[in-house]
């Protein structure tokens, strides 16, 4: 993180000590049980994702002395089923020397499997992590590479860094690939101000050449971060294939991740809508600075980002990821757009760390006064399909608090053809009046609405349709705010319905 995002950050957290949790205080009805968050101390960015030995390995922007935002370096966790995670030792720390301070910035990690770049010993392949070095007393940002020989669990700096200076200020976090039809090692960089990204090659991951430039294009009110491209089939044809072009950036409400879809060829990416066209990832006001693993097994492409915070202190940790996504393209009567449902390898172990068996509900009836849901905490999963009828609204009140009107209201609006998530009846001290209602349009056929409900006692990720849309926010409930109920206005039903009790601390 930098200069630019923790101004983006602080329009959304700032706000007056009166509502501030003191500092210091734990507060472990916030700390999620089934998303990543560091054991202690400040995470952001999510960096440097691999899977390598049965292992999903998390690096991971991180603070490794307080429980805020400085002295930036890589942590380190893995996990085999990215619900529960091991916390290893900071991998790539800051360096500190007499004449400067560089702090270690977003970037990314390969298995360099033919040792392209000569840090393999003794026939071992190394892995090579690629970040911004950021120098604050020299005003300037350029492209680092350290290699590891213990399978990442610390890693040494190349002596010849950096391996790209344009004596730049703002110019960072570098997402490399192998791309097999160029045989080339094939960066992507953020040239921030200028609202564009940087194609690089190189076959050694030494030295690079510039390829070409994209943008500006999409929302440019913003300086562009934390891009990557990434291969994506088309409508479940692994025949047919796109790449997307990932970019964040500051919204008009906070965080956004833009996507364009296209053609590359190993030098050029070209954008198959008009440039003006933009395109969301995500309509909540925290998801920010997403990268994917791009080996995961069955080929899958898992998004992972992080859920910026709410004007709330945690302690003893500040800030966690997301859910990890699993990301396809879709053709739809808007053209392609990406679909991102929650990865099969986490819904895959729910039943690890569910309390019990899922609560389950068929053809239900959900009457004027509501229907009542079981649950004993905040930490749950609800996989939901609704047959609207004539209601005018369908979804769930979560977080409730008895005897008060505090809540936040999911659901389906259908007058409006909205994705909906209503916070204020309870989260007014901690977001701009702005945020407190999160929308994505979306249409639905035959009156059924399909929503995942995610709430992780300060998260809640909502998908839409089978992942067409997506709202992700932090929110903060009281300890007793932990009611549940489904609502309709008008006549509906819900048609399926299961849920999960995710109350076991995990981790």
């Not at 919204?251 to 590359?264: A, T």
């Not at 309509?283 to 080996?295: E, K, L, N, Q």
């Not at 229907?371 to 905040?378: E, F, M, Q, S, V």
């Not at 349009?441 to 909502?462: C, F, N, Q, Y």
Request: proline residues 6%.
């Amino acid at each position: 993180m930098n200069k630019a995002k923790l101004l983006c950050l602080g329009l959304i957290t700032m706000t007056g000590s009166a509502f501030a949790q003191e500092e210091g205080v734990p507060t472990p009805q916030w700390r999620p049980t089934y998303h990543f968050t560091p054991q202690n101390n400040w995470t952001n960015d999510p960096n440097g994702l691999i899977f390598l030995n049965g292992e999903f390995n998390l690096y991971y922007q991180h603070n490794p002395f307080e429980n805020k935002w400085g002295h930036m370096s890589w942590g380190h966790a893995t996990s085999k089923d990215l619900i529960s995670w091991k916390h290893l030792p900071v991998a790539i720390p800051e360096v500190v020397t007499k004449d400067t301070t560089t702090w270690i910035y977003s970037g990314s990690a390969v298995l360099d499997k033919n040792n392209t770049s000569g840090f393999g010993v003794n026939g071992k392949p190394p892995l090579v992590a690629i970040f911004t070095a950021d120098q604050p007393k020299q005003k300037k940002e350029s492209q680092f590479i350290a290699y590891s020989n213990d399978g990442g669990l610390s890693y040494k700096q190349y002596a010849k860094n950096p391996v790209i200076d344009l004596n730049m200020h703002d110019f960072r976090d570098p997402n490399v690939f192998w791309h097999e039809e160029s045989k080339q090692w094939v960066m992507t960089v953020s040239m921030v101000d200028e609202h564009m990204v940087r194609f690089y090659g190189s076959k050694n991951l030494k030295d690079w050449t510039k390829l070409s430039d994209f943008g500006p294009a999409g929302f440019t009110k913003n300086g562009w971060e934390c891009p990557s491209i990434l291969p994506l089939v088309v409508d479940g044809n692994p025949a047919n294939i796109k790449w997307v072009l990932f970019v964040s950036l500051g919204g008009e409400h906070g965080p956004l991740i833009q996507y364009f879809v296209g053609d590359f060829d190993g030098t050029t990416f070209k954008n198959i809508n008009d440039n003006s066209k933009i395109l969301k990832t995500d309509y909540g006001d925290a998801f920010y600075a997403a990268i994917a693993w791009r080996d995961a097994p069955q080929n899958k492409k898992i998004l992972l980002g992080w859920l910026q915070n709410g004007r709330q202190e945690t302690y003893p940790w500040k800030g966690q990821m997301s859910i990890p996504h699993d990301l396809s393209l879709k053709t739809t009567s808007e053209g392609l757009v990406l679909n991102q449902l929650p990865s099969v390898f986490v819904t895959k172990a729910l039943p690890k760390y569910a309390k019990g068996k899922p609560v389950e509900k068929r053809n239900a009836s959900i009457g004027n006064s509501g229907l009542k849901l079981p649950g004993d905490g905040n930490a749950y999963w609800i996989d939901a399909e609704f047959d609207i009828k004539n209601a005018k609204k369908v979804g769930f009140n979560v977080v409730e608090k008895a005897g008060t009107d505090k809540k936040v209201v999911v659901g389906y609006d259908a007058e409006k053809r909205q994705l909906f998530v209503d916070c204020t009846g309870s989260e007014k001290n901690n977001k701009s009046p702005e945020n407190l209602v999160q929308t994505a349009p979306m249409s639905i056929t035959g009156g059924i609405v399909k929503i995942k409900v995610l709430v992780d006692r300060s998260s809640l990720e909502v998908f839409g349709n089978d992942g067409e849309k997506v709202i992700s926010t932090m929110i903060y409930p009281d300890k007793e705010a932990t009611g549940l109920s489904a609502f309709a206005d008008g006549e509906a039903a819900i048609k399926n319905l299961k849920l999960w009790n995710l109350n076991n601390d995990v981790k």
